[in-house]
């Protein structure tokens, strides 16, 4: 079992910036690759960055490539996203989730674990 809590969210205006952290508890956090996803009202979750278990791989959305970073802390037990140069169209609930696996996926169908989301919201 893994527990984990996002913190970080918040109002920002277009073009700011805001670092999403993942704090990890219960089982070893670099036993799990961690991905990020993003839900608007009335959408669906969607897949925004992952990591592999080590740190050494990631992968992003394209929307978000070049504007966010996504990293991890395995001694900290503690995923990280960057967001730089925020849109209006970034606006949504942001949650981490965590697999057991050493390739992370982009579906969120595949993870294990999930926190409970922080909010982001760009505004105009």
């Known amino acids: 079992q893994v527990q984990l809590v996002e913190s970080g969210g918040g109002l920002v205006q277009v073009g700011g910036s805001l670092r999403l952290s993942c ?17 608007a ?16 791989n990631s992968y992003y959305a394209d ?7 996504i990293s991890r802390d395995n001694a900290k037990n503690t995923g990280y996203l960057q967001m730089n140069s925020l849109k209006p169209e970034d606006t949504a609930v942001y949650y981490c989730a965590a697999e057991r696996t050493a390739v992370p996926h982009r ?18």
């Open 63 to 69: 929307s978000v490539k070049g504007r966010f970073t």
């Open 23 to 39: 704090a990890a508890s219960g089982r070893t956090f670099s036993s799990y690759a961690m991905g990020w996803f993003r839900q």
């Open 107 to 124: 579906n969120p169908a595949a993870y294990d674990y999930w926190g409970q989301g922080t909010q982001v919201t760009v505004s105009s």
């Open 41 to 56: 009202p009335g959408k669906e979750r969607d897949f925004v960055a992952s990591i592999s278990k080590s740190g050494g």
